[in-house]
């Protein structure tokens, strides 16, 4: 991507807070389309929190997120809500509703944005349970199902509407090595097949390298961010943070 081309997302300057106890300070850092931007950090730095503030559930305590040149925080209401047509989202743990079956789950967005009939619904909804290798699953319930394939589901659920950009928070947490592995390929074909920018929140290494193509570090102790580039090309800095070679190399140099 040229240096010259506005920035899909932009986060300038961004302090986030709850009350007066900040979270994270002084964050300053660019998203290019078709990224699969990782962002990195131990437990309570405050990754899940930045998702929070980028998909419009927590405004920033100061500074501004831009989606190319619009500041998003400064839409009205209205407009903030339209945009946030634009996201997919895939929360931790999947969040899907375990009294609805995998259909129901992913009709949600369908129904509540579109104006389809309920042929239309049934059939992109079965499409996009294809996309994420469950066709055939649509009556069945989250229980029912493996946890690998209740993460797929989620996906399946934060594509319902094509979104230009994916939030995804810790899709690979409590997956076995196999399912993983599924998974980042699935994150790698979404990006590729549909042009998508993809926003991943994630500690699990074997992720991290085989899908990022850039990346930042948040620091729970100095409460900034300490590291920014592509996780590979971070382990070849000289000036390289301690905590972050040892975050990307699990202690082992």
Not at 18 to 40: E, H, P, S
Not at 192 to 197: E, G, R
Request: proline share 4%.
């Amino acid at each position: 991507m040229e240096n010259n081309k506005t920035p899909h997302i932009r986060i300038q300057d961004l302090t986030m807070a709850y009350g007066d106890f900040v979270i994270q300070k002084d964050l300053t850092f660019d998203i290019q389309k078709g990224d699969i931007f990782v962002i990195m950090g131990d437990s309570g730095c405050g990754k899940s929190t930045l998702l929070k503030h980028m998909i419009g559930l927590k405004r920033p305590k100061k500074g501004k997120i831009f989606y190319d040149d619009v500041s998003f925080w400064d839409l009205n209401p209205e407009d903030r809500q339209k945009y946030m047509k634009r996201f997919g989202v895939m929360y931790q743990r999947g969040a899907l509703w375990s009294s609805m079956t995998l259909a129901e789950n992913v009709a949600v967005p369908i129904e509540q944005y579109l104006d389809l009939n309920q042929a239309q619904i049934r059939e992109l909804v079965s499409f996009k349970l294809s996309l994420v290798g469950l066709k055939g699953y649509e009556n069945f319930y989250p229980s029912e199902i493996s946890g690998g394939m209740r993460k797929r589901a989620a996906i399946a659920r934060a594509m319902a509407l094509d979104p230009e950009i994916l939030f995804f928070d810790e899709p690979s947490a409590g997956l076995d090595p196999i399912s993983s592995k599924r998974m980042d390929e699935l994150i790698l074909e979404l990006r590729n097949s549909f042009d998508a920018t993809i926003v991943l929140v994630t500690h699990e290494l074997p992720s991290i390298f085989s899908v990022a193509t850039n990346s930042v570090f948040l620091d729970a102790e100095s409460r900034t961010m300490i590291a920014y580039g592509h996780p590979k090309e971070l382990l070849h800095q000289k000036d390289l943070h301690p905590k972050v070679k040892t975050f990307l190399t699990r202690g082992e140099g």
